[in-house]
């Protein structure tokens, strides 16, 4: 009598256990299908062709981009952009100036200053904010754009002769880059740099990247957990059945 007991338990154990892996598996597909849907429609992959975003974003690294409006662009946000007078490809840069801003630098201690008031960039690990003095005033609508390399970076200063004082117009913005993908020793993602959040507007609002990688990751794990559940099951009531027969002799 105690046998058939033991075999009903472990037949019921055996089939909540499938019930239980059989959802870890309905939910990790939703989750990891999902992710990579809802990453899809938001972002934008790109390579940084240059070095004129180190260190913050080396030459060859894949980045991930939020798809955005020029309108939501914010001083400290690296951006994706595209104009005709910087050679119509896409471009990485670093928005330090929006309309009606002045940007100056350098001040007594190297720094940029914007309106007036230094800004704080250690992005540049200790580097020079310009090292080329420049001055100038962000008309409407536009942006004025810095690489993190200063010493070599070809951006928004090398244009200040042209016919709008280096600025990009908003409408040249495709995207907004949030993290690093490749290499797996860069990956990461880009935290808003505090230095502008004083300024009139503030900074931008981390976007949906981490919840997007948290999603895919959950789900893969569910996958993979509910999918091993049937194996070792089977292997454990295995161990079992030897066990009882050992008992029996």
Not at 78 to 89: A, D, H, M, S, T
Not at 219 to 232: D, E, F, H, K, S
Request: proline share 5%; net charge neutral.
């Amino acid at each position: 009598m105690s046998g058939t007991v033991r075999r009903t338990s472990d037949d019921h154990g055996s089939r909540l256990g499938n019930v239980l892996s059989g959802i870890a598996v309905a939910v990790g597909c939703v989750l990891f299908l999902g992710g990579f849907a809802w990453g899809a429609m938001l972002y934008l992959p790109y390579t940084v062709p240059t070095d004129s975003m180190s260190p913050t974003v080396p030459a060859g690294d894949r980045v991930l981009a939020e798809r955005i409006d020029g309108s939501e662009v914010r001083r400290g946000d690296v951006v994706v952009f595209e104009e005709k007078i910087w050679g119509n490809v896409p471009m990485v840069k670093r928005v330090v100036g929006v309309g009606g801003d002045t940007v100056a630098c350098c001040d007594a201690e190297d720094r940029l200053t914007v309106n007036g008031e230094p800004v704080e960039e250690p992005y540049l690990r200790g580097e020079k904010a310009s090292y080329t003095d420049f001055s100038t005033e962000v008309a409407k609508d536009k942006l004025f754009l810095l690489g993190d390399e200063r010493r070599t970076s070809v951006d928004s200063r090398s244009h200040l002769q042209d016919a709008g004082q280096g600025t990009v117009p908003l409408s040249a913005v495709r995207a907004r880059v949030e993290g690093i993908a490749w290499p797996a020793g860069h990956w990461g993602i880009l935290e808003r740099p505090a230095g502008f959040a004083e300024l009139p507007g503030g900074i931008s609002v981390q976007g949906p990247l981490k919840l997007i990688v948290w999603s895919v990751v959950a789900g893969a794990a569910l996958i993979l957990g509910g999918a091993a559940y049937g194996p070792v099951a089977k292997l454990a009531g295995r161990r079992r059945g030897k066990d009882r027969s050992v008992a029996v002799a």
